[in-house]
């Protein structure tokens, strides 16, 4: 049994020292961390502290604690196990046998996500053995000076709930539309993207598929100024992937992910997903009410 593998490699059996603590707990104890952006010192104190925050996790007065370094041990674990994705998606199994996954579209979008790593001078050949990250990339903002060093959460939203159904996690010199393709669920009625996303064979693709492809267009040297039907076009697609913003306005306001705090895509797409699903649950909680 996975979980029974997962407990024997967090703690070997006959071990000195106390017990490993129950999965469910510090699985848990993670999702607390990421809806609250905290760092695993912090979770450390806050589970301490805060009466709510062990009635969630299932931890007893008594009991002691998991310190951060347990804490962030398991984190790994989950990373190291590829147990994440699986848990993701069960968890969209879930809300979906809740009724909460709608359907009616799927809203393509990506953010940038800046790692806590050292930055190394621009242009400079990734190396495992120096301070940084070698697997993040630069790559420079649109309208805005300067460059951003880290990764690029993509995503795929549910239009009406706000749920997000797809999470991928690059560096962040991928392209947007790198991506595109595995945000897809393929049981939606449209695809809504900017032009970013935009291509005549992922048009032609969904449309073979029964959904309609709702991605705004961009002039080209051949149309450098667009007709006014494709600029109406545009316009009503903008008004209806907007809610994708909301998405990373509260994982960034209001959940603290502003920073990539582990070293490595694998760590970082792991902090990612933590936070797709802290967001989701929170999302339950809203839609249930």
């Known amino acids: 049994m996975r979980k029974t593998r997962l407990r024997a490699r967090?703690?070997?059996?006959?071990?000195?020292?106390?017990?490993?603590?129950?999965?469910?707990?510090?699985?848990?104890?993670?999702?607390?961390?990421?809806?609250?952006?905290?760092s695993d010192?912090?979770?450390?104190?806050?589970?301490?502290?805060?009466?709510?925050?062990?009635?969630?996790?299932?931890?007893?007065?008594?009991?002691?604690?998991?310190?951060?370094?347990?804490?962030?041990?398991?984190?790994?674990?989950?990373?190291?196990?590829?147990l994440l994705d699986p848990l993701f998606g069960e968890l969209d199994r879930q809300l979906d046998n809740a009724g909460l996954i709608l359907r009616r579209g799927t809203m393509l979008d990506a953010t940038l996500i800046e790692t806590a790593a050292a930055r190394p001078p621009s242009g400079a050949v990734p190396d495992p053995t120096r301070p940084g990250d070698p697997d993040a990339g630069f790559t420079r903002r649109q309208g805005k000076p300067g460059s951003s060093y880290g990764y690029k959460a993509h995503v795929g939203v549910d239009q009406g709930s706000g749920l997000i159904r797809?999470?991928?996690?690059?560096?962040?010199?991928?392209?947007?539309?790198?991506?595109?393709?595995?945000?897809?669920?393929?049981?939606?009625?449209?695809?809504?993207?900017?032009?970013?996303?935009?291509?005549?064979?992922?048009?032609?693709?969904?449309?073979?598929?029964?959904?309609?492809?709702?991605?705004?267009?961009?002039?080209?040297?051949?149309?450098?100024?667009?007709?006014?039907?494709?600029?109406?076009?545009?316009?009503?697609?903008?008004?209806?992937r907007f809610a994708v913003e909301t998405t990373f306005a509260t994982w960034k306001n209001r959940m603290g992910l502003n920073a990539i705090r582990y070293r490595g895509l694998a760590k970082a797409a792991g902090q990612v997903l933590l936070a797709a699903m802290a967001f989701n649950m929170r999302r339950w909680v809203t839609l249930a009410a």
Do not use: W
């Not at 469910?24 to 999702?31: G, Q, S, T, W």
């Not at 009466?51 to 310190?67: M, Q």
């Not at 797809?166 to 009625?189: F, Q, W």
């Not at 064979?201 to 598929?209: G, V």
């Open 166 to 240: 797809r999470v991928v996690t690059t560096a962040a010199n991928v392209n947007d539309t790198v991506e595109a393709d595995r945000l897809i669920c393929g049981d939606e009625a449209q695809v809504l993207a900017d032009a970013a996303y935009h291509t005549k064979a992922r048009e032609l693709s969904l449309k073979e598929r029964g959904i309609k492809a709702r991605m705004m267009r961009r002039p080209n040297r051949h149309h450098r100024q667009l007709p006014a039907r494709l600029k109406r076009f545009n316009r009503l697609i903008a008004r209806q």
């Open 10 to 38: 967090l703690r070997p059996p006959g071990a000195p020292g106390r017990p490993a603590y129950n999965a469910l707990v510090m699985f848990k104890a993670l999702l607390l961390q990421s809806l609250y952006g905290l």
């Open 41 to 82: 010192s912090e979770l450390e104190e806050a589970l301490a502290d805060r009466l709510s925050f062990r009635r969630f996790v299932g931890l007893a007065l008594d009991e002691v604690v998991p310190d951060h370094t347990t804490l962030n041990r398991f984190r790994n674990l989950l990373v190291e196990e590829k």
